[in-house]
């Protein structure tokens, strides 16, 4: 393989998220590869967000 053909197919290189391995040195994530992670952290996003809610709608009935 030439020196161009392989700029050529590195150029053309798709990765795709559960093919990308990920290192977690802070086991932060469960998962091995970033699509499984994104989802872990979408999970633990909107987890949040309804604790966020919650606790808004909370203060609202104080008032």
């Given at each position: 393989?030439?020196f161009?053909e392989?700029?050529?197919?590195?150029r053309?290189?798709?990765?795709e998220?559960?093919?990308?391995?990920i290192?977690?040195?802070?086991?932060?994530f469960?998962?091995?590869n970033?699509?499984?992670a994104?989802?872990e952290?979408?999970?633990e996003?909107?987890g949040?967000?309804a604790?966020?809610?919650?606790i808004?709608?909370?203060?609202?009935?104080?008032i």
């Open positions: 393989m030439t161009k392989l700029v050529n197919k590195v053309n290189l798709v990765l998220a559960k093919n990308v391995t290192e977690d040195t802070e086991n932060l469960e998962s091995d970033v699509e499984v994104l989802k952290l979408a999970t996003v909107n949040q967000r604790k966020g809610i919650t808004a709608n909370d203060l609202i009935d104080m």
